[in-house]
Every structure is written in C-alpha cells, then in structure tokens.
C-alpha cells in the first residue's frame, strides 16, 4: 500500500464481518451504501479506472457470497479541495439520500473512522463506530466528542445492533 492507500486489489481486505453483514442487510432488503473518501484518485496514486476495477471486484466478490452494494460513493478529491462531497462533510450522503429518496435521519452510518462518525452527525443519522480497521485508532477521540451512538468490534457485530433495534421498533 502506497501511504495507506489501497491501489490494487492484491491490497484490498474486507473488514472482518462485512461480507456477512452486507448479505443480512439485503435479506432483509435493505440498501448498503459505501462512502468512500479517495484522495489518492486526486493524488494520481491511483487511475480512477483502477478504483472502478476494485470497487467491481468488490461487487463481484459480494455476489458470490449472496450480497451487494446498492452503490458506491466516491470523494475523489484532495483534503484541500474543501470540496462538499468529501467526508466529514455530507456531500455524498446527501447525493444518495436524494438518489435513494433516502431520509437519513432514518439511516444508519457503520464506519471505522473519526470523519464516518461526524459525518453521520452531520445529517443526524444513527452513527456507529466498528473498531476494526482505523476505529481502535479513532475510538478515544471519537467518545471523547460524542460522535457515535454505539461501539462495535466488527461490522457484522454492528448490523446484528442495528437488526435488533429495528425488529425493536417494529
């Protein structure tokens, strides 16, 4: 990986459980949205057409475990662009609520990250923290602000929550 960044699909890993929690999402059919930050696009680390390639590879790697991604959202912009889109402001999020007719104060936002948790504040979405991938680095920051609603190890962990607080609901 070049500074962090996934440029090829050799590098690419999913997050533990997130296969598994994609594929109980769409059981119960509900969409799945990624948000994805990708400055290395706006870099020139990376072809837009190789973040395409990785992101099909992803779609095709879900439908051979029964899931999918409704779409995939993508900053391509640097931090100092100041751009709408990149998190932690909503622009993305807006886009699919728009696209989707979306009310994101009804959504859920599972991220691994500072940025994931103030953006799902943001638009007032049910924010949670997986501690997986750059969440353990983040948590303290993240609890300290306030930013999440709930704390997870993994992503599959994090949609058993949120199944259970909507079968809750019903």
């Not at 622009?91 to 994101?104: D, I, S, T, V, Y």
């Not at 750059?134 to 994090?158: F, I, K, M, P």
């Amino acid at each position: 990986m070049d500074k962090g960044y996934v440029t090829s699909w050799k590098e690419f890993k999913w997050l533990p459980g997130a296969i598994e929690g994609i594929r109980a999402l769409n059981e119960r059919g509900w969409l799945v949205f990624i948000i994805t930050n990708q400055a290395c696009v706006g870099k020139n680390i990376l072809e837009r057409e190789v973040l395409d390639d990785i992101h099909e590879r992803m779609q095709r790697d879900l439908q051979r475990n029964q899931a999918s991604i409704s779409q995939i959202y993508v900053c391509p912009h640097r931090p100092e662009a100041h751009c709408a889109c990149r998190k932690p402001r909503p622009g993305m999020l807006l886009q699919a609520a728009r696209e989707h007719r979306l009310r994101l104060h009804d959504c859920y936002v599972v991220g691994d990250s500072l940025t994931d948790m103030i953006t799902a504040k943001e638009v007032k979405s049910y924010s949670i923290l997986v501690r997986s991938g750059l969440g353990q680095r983040d948590e303290q920051q993240v609890r300290s602000l306030e930013l999440a609603d709930h704390y997870c190890e993994t992503v599959d962990e994090a949609v058993h929550h949120i199944i259970q607080k909507e079968e809750a609901v019903v």
